[in-house]
């Protein structure tokens, strides 16, 4: 449904004006912090859930509980009700044929990305949401990964932001009528890329993102 729904704005985007879609020159997305989509090995949609989802709650305090600074260390977050590992632990106690079948994890500005290119990638401004991403080594930390016990292999390599993803599938090309070629790039979750929209670049200037929970954020 979600999908549907994107593609029909493309085109009437698209559609309004058909001049303006000769002069795109590349493609980005970005969405809202913790969303994730999980795929099977045909890139199949398992799951697909907005940062609202907080099913693995108490799962996520107990990591608070025991690990709490090191998590924070780390990944600049402490674990909260909405993070990724409760809710793949939920999934893994009460839904333990789909955990089986997961095979990539992405955030939702990935698999959009995904979807546009075929391509699976992750970046960093979404990726430290999952509390999993070390941001001072910029990687995934095996050590987190250990302690949730989630494997390695449920994610993907990470791109910079502002790099090369891919490029536009032929066929979404065609149907939505843009140049052929397009290049695909890697974008940021919505707080960053808000923030830079303001042109918040110099370190120690503080932004604040009216949406729908108005955080303060330091460059």
């Known amino acids: 449904d979600f999908w549907e729904k994107f593609c029909a704005s493309v085109r009437e985007v698209v559609t309004q004006d058909k001049a303006g879609a000769k002069r795109i020159c590349a493609l980005t997305a970005t969405s809202q912090r913790e969303g994730v989509v999980l795929v099977d090995e045909n890139g199949q ?3 697909a859930g907005p940062n609202l989802d907080e099913r693995g709650k108490d799962y996520n305090q107990r990591l608070a509980e025991l690990y709490g600074d090191k998590i924070y260390r780390k990944t600049g977050h402490w674990p909260g009700p909405i993070f990724l590992p409760g809710r793949i ?19 939702l500005n990935d698999w959009i990305l995904y979807k546009l290119t075929g391509e699976k990638f992750s970046e960093p401004t979404n990726a430290c949401e999952t509390l999993l991403y070390n941001i001072t080594e910029k990687s995934w930390d ?6 949730t016990g ?18 536009l599938k032929e066929e979404l090309a ?11 790039i890697v974008g940021a979750a919505d707080t960053q890329a808000a923030l830079l929209g303001c042109g918040l670049l110099k ?17």
């Open 174 to 184: 065609r149907e939505w009528g843009l140049p052929p070629g397009l290049p695909v």
């Open 142 to 147: 095996q050590e987190l990964l250990t302690m």
């Open 45 to 47: 949609v398992l799951y």
């Open 150 to 167: 989630l494997p390695a292999e449920f994610f993907c390599p990470v791109k910079e932001n502002g790099s090369l993803h891919g490029y």
């Open 89 to 107: 632990s939920w999934f893994k106690d009460n839904r333990p044929e789909l955990y089986k079948r997961i095979h990539k994890v992405l955030l």
């Open 203 to 219: 370190p120690g200037t503080i932004g604040v993102v009216a949406g729908s929970t108005c955080p303060v954020a330091l460059v």
